[in-house]
């Protein structure tokens, strides 16, 4: 990973915490098999891959809706 695709990617996703999760989700899934949502270089790995994805906005954080609070 290139510090230059972290500081972008952070841009995108300002939690670092989520940032890692996010990537280590879709590094999971491009070594099961899923394709590149981006054109990789040959020689690019699946965290600078992942990476991408997020700068490209092809990945984006999505949080939850919360669901209501009920009360008795």
């Known amino acids: 990973m290139t510090s230059h695709l972290i500081e972008e990617a952070l841009k ?5 915490q989520a940032l890692v999760n ?3 989700k879709r ?10 949502l981006v054109d990789a ?7 600078d891959i992942a990476l ?9 954080l999505v949080y939850p809706a919360a669901s209501p ?4």
């Open 12 to 16: 995108k996703v300002p939690s670092q």
């Open 52 to 60: 991408q994805e997020i700068i490209e906005g092809k990945l984006t």
């Open 41 to 47: 270089g040959f020689r690019a790995g699946y965290a």
């Open 22 to 24: 996010i990537v280590s």
């Open 27 to 36: 590094v999971r899934q491009l070594n099961q098999g899923e394709r590149p």
């Open 69 to 72: 609070v009920v009360e008795d």
